[in-house]
């Protein structure tokens, strides 16, 4: 016997522990997100960049390899 929409529990709104395992994943989600966004203002360090002056001309084409 399959299993039916209307006789799932939390089938109109999401309770208990799935309801913190969801709000969980997303307060991480965010937290990565501005961990991330803080390493990358603090460690982003363009003043060390090496400038380059020479343009690419010609790009050579690939060989292709036949087995």
Do not use: C, Q
């Not at 709104?13 to 309801?19: A, I, M, R």
């Not at 969980?24 to 501005?34: A, D, K, M, R």
């Amino acid at each position: 016997m399959e299993p039916k929409l209307e006789d799932i529990s939390d089938y109109n709104t999401l309770k208990g522990e799935k309801k913190r395992v969801v709000w969980s994943v997303i307060i991480v989600g965010i937290l990565i997100g501005i961990g991330y966004l803080i390493a990358y203002k603090v460690f982003n360090n363009s003043d060390d960049a090496i400038k380059t002056n020479d343009t690419i001309k010609i790009v050579p084409l690939s060989k292709n390899i036949s087995v």
